[in-house]
């Protein structure tokens, strides 16, 4: 039996890229999927795939960008045992051009809709004496770039929750990591992608772009009991990351 089996399992932004894999991965090794997203048609397709394969899931939409949604999408979620903080968003233009309603949008996304989950439902893990939450960072948070200053400033901010929180639920029961994903092909990346051809590839190591799936194995192994002594840990899954720093 799986070590999932009997638990349950929030995941945003769980109708495409890295959502959707971690979501059937999860679903896969036998938690019950609460799969958020926008998009009710998309929401109704994964949940059937997942339940043509045996597993189990419900859908739940809610704009992340809102507040009272957040506090919506908690509420409906209920008890749960896993919480992935998935979903974001990314513009990738210069400062002068962003914005201040871009920069808020993804401080909301990115950075406070995480942060109102793990207030509503840590407390329940917490009562229960387990629970492991999952934050999907980006080495964007580290890695700087000419562009897209926003969004590496609301993932690196996520990056130092995800310490405070292991920190602060740590003694409770409750583990907090992250994990840094590198390129990653997805639909809301490959426009970036063909604008860029070849380029991704040189960006790491490995000499490739990733796979959603490949982040959802290292997830799967975050949220398992396999990973018990890690905590507080942003794990990078970039294929080994090249310096961008001039020569």
């Given amino acids: 039996m799986s070590q999932l089996a009997g638990k349950t399992a929030l995941v945003t932004g769980a109708t495409a890229g890295i959502g959707r894999a971690v979501a059937v991965r999860l679903a896969e090794h036998g938690a019950e999927v609460v799969a958020h997203g926008r998009d009710a048609a998309r929401g109704a397709e994964l949940v059937s795939a997942i339940a043509e394969k045996g597993g189990r899931a419900r859908f739940v939409t809610a704009d992340l960008s809102a507040a009272e949604e957040v506090e919506r999408l908690a509420a409906a979620a209920g008890e749960v045992d896993i919480l992935v903080n998935n979903a974001g968003v990314y513009v990738h233009i210069p400062t002068p051009a962003t914005s201040a309603a871009v920069f808020d949008q993804h401080l909301a996304i990115n950075t406070r809709a995480p942060f109102q989950l793990v207030a509503a439902l840590v407390p329940g893990m917490v009562e229960r004496g387990r629970g492991t939450i999952v934050n999907i960072s980006a080495t964007s948070a580290s890695a700087v770039a000419p562009v897209g200053a926003a969004y590496g400033a609301s993932k690196a901010a996520l990056e130092t ?12 029961g409750v583990r907090v990591n992250a994990v840094s994903p590198g390129p990653v092909r997805t639909p809301g990346t490959e426009p970036l992608i063909a604008a860029f051809p070849g380029a991704t590839e040189t960006m790491n190591a490995r000499g490739r772009i990733g796979d959603p799936e490949e982040i959802a194995d290292v997830v799967l192994f975050l949220v398992e009991e396999r990973s018990s002594y890690v905590n507080g840990a942003v794990v990078g899954v970039h294929g080994g990351e090249r310096s961008l720093r001039p020569s």
């Fill in 161 to 172: 929750l995800t310490r405070y929180w292991a920190t602060e639920f740590g003694g409770s």
